[in-house]
C-alpha cells in the first residue's frame, strides 16, 4: 500500500479525548445554551424537543461537537525497533482541566519531533473525520497556530498523505459503512481496547468520577490497538515481544 511509504518509526500514532466544555446544559452560557438548543433541534431533525430532552442530549452529543466541548486527553505512541532485541511501543499522553496547555504541549511535541509531513506521518482510527478536525479547531479557539502536520485546510487529498487513517485504508474505496476501531480489532484477532469505559462515557468520568487517569489509560489502550491494526491492515506481523512504555506521569 502507498499509505506505508514511511519508516514505522516515523509515523506517530494518536487518539483524543473529549468532553462537554460544561458538566451540563444548565452550566453553559445562556448564548450557548440557546446554540446548543439549535443544534439538539438540527439532531433531532426539527423535532420539538422540550428543555430535558435538550439537557440530555447535550450530555449524550456535546462531547464530539467542537463549538460544545473540548479537548481532555491526547495520547500518541510509536514503535521503537532500534536494533534491540525487545521491540518497545513508546506511549505518552497530554491531559489534564486546562485545555489549551494540553494542546500547547502536544504542539510542542511535534514541533521537537514530527514536523515533516514528507517524511513524517500522523496515523489513527477516523483521524481524519474526526481527532485532526477537532484538535486544528480547538487550536483556532484558543488562539494557538496550528503546526503543518495538522493544518490541512484547502488541501487536496494527495497533499495529506501524511494522515495515515485507518477506517479509510480499511474500507478500500467504501464509504457507505463506519467500522469501529472494536469492530476492526476483532475481525483482526487484535485484543480489544473496550475493556473499560468507551467513548460515551467520558464526558460522565472527566466531570462527575474526576478519573482523568482511567481516559488516559483508555486513549492509551487505543492507540496501541490502533497501531496493530495499522500493521495488521499492511500484513505486518505484530512483535510478539513487544513491550509497551508509557511516558505519562500521573
Known sequence: MASYKKRIADILFLDIETAGGSATFSALSENMQELWSIKAKQLKRGEDLSIEAVAQLYLDKGAIFSEFSKVVCISVGYFDYRKQKTKKFRVKSFFGNNEEEILSNFISLLKAHFDR?????????????????????????????????????????????????????????DYKNYTSLKLLAAVLGIPSPKNDIDGSQIHDTYWNKNDLRRICEYCERDVLTTAKVFLRIHNKQIPENLEVISKTRF
Open 117 to 173: 509531513p514528507n517524511k513524517q506521518a500522523i496515523a489513527g482510527h477516523n483521524i481524519k473525520e474526526f481527532d485532526i478536525p477537532f484538535l486544528c479547531r480547538r487550536m483556532i479557539i484558543h488562539g494557538l497556530k496550528v503546526p503543518k502536520m495538522l493544518d490541512i485546510k484547502g488541501k487536496k487529498p494527495w497533499q495529506v498523505d501524511h494522515l495515515l487513517d485507518t477506517l479509510v485504508l480499511w474500507r478500500f474505496g
